[in-house]
C-alpha cells in the first residue's frame, strides 16, 4: 500500500513538472532531473527503511546511495545549538532571562541526578518567558559528565508543566525522563551519514533527530526536510 502511493506520488509530481515545463515553454517534455524529483519520496522512504536493494529504476539507485553516504551538515541539514546550563543555585533566581534572550539561546540543560539544587516554579518561569521566542526551541538533559541523555522541545514539556503532568523536579533528581512526554533520547553522532540519520528518524518515527559530538554532548538537530532535500539536490545534480 505505500509503494502504491509514492508511485501514485510520482506519477502527480511528474505530471505537475509537465503542465509546468508546457506553459511556461510551449511544448511537451520530460527531463530526467524531473524523473528524479517524481522518484524522490519513493527512493527516500526505500532508503529510509532499508529496502533499497536491486532497485535500480532510472539509474538512480547508485547514485541515491552515493549522495545518502555523505556526512550530514547541522548547518544545511539541521541546526547548530549550544545549549546554556541554568543555574539555579540561588533556589529559584530568574535574573538570568534577559541575558538568554539577548544571546538568542536555542536550549536550556539540566543536569540529571543533581539533588537539591533546581526549583520547579523558577523552571517553569524560565520556559515559560522564554518559549515566546521562536529562537528558543528544546530542553536538554545531560548526566554529571555533561553527556547527553534526553530533549524535550520547549512548547511540549511547557504544556506539562502548565498541566501539571510532570514533576519536573523529581524526574531530574532521579533522573527518569522517560516520564516527559515527547522527550526523545536517541541520538546521532557527527560522524554520522545522511543515511544512518534517516533510518533512525524512521525506526522512531521522528522528524529530527539530536546529534552529539565525539564526547557525547549534545550540539544540534538534524532535520527529516532539510536531509532529504539536500539529497534529492544531490540526485537531481548529477543526473
Known sequence: MVMLGLVGAFFLILLGLIVIHAKLNGGFKIETSWIAIGLSPAVIWLLATGQLQEFSGFGLAFKLREASAKPF????????IDPVPLALGAKGGVGEIPELVRNRTGALTF?????????????????????QYDFFRYVVFTDSKKEF??????????????????DIVRVIETGAI???????????????????????????NLAEVPVVDEAKRFVGIVERDKLTSSILLDLVAGT
Open 149 to 166: 541523555r534526553g530533549l524535550v522541545p520547549a512548547r511540549v514539556l511547557l504544556d506539562q508543566l502548565r498541566a501539571g503532568t510532570t
Open 73 to 80: 551538515s547541522l548547518k544545511l541539514d539541521g541546526s547548530k
Open 178 to 204: 522517560d516520564q516527559i512526554r515527547g522527550v526523545v533520547a536517541v541520538s546521532v553522532s557527527t560522524t554520522s551519514n545522511k543515511r544512518d540519520a534517516l533510518k533512525l528518524m524512521e525506526e522512531k
Open 111 to 131: 543536569e540529571l541526578g543533581r539533588q537539591g539544587y533546581y526549583y520547579g516554579p523558577a523552571i517553569r518561569e524560565y520556559v515559560e518567558r522564554l518559549t
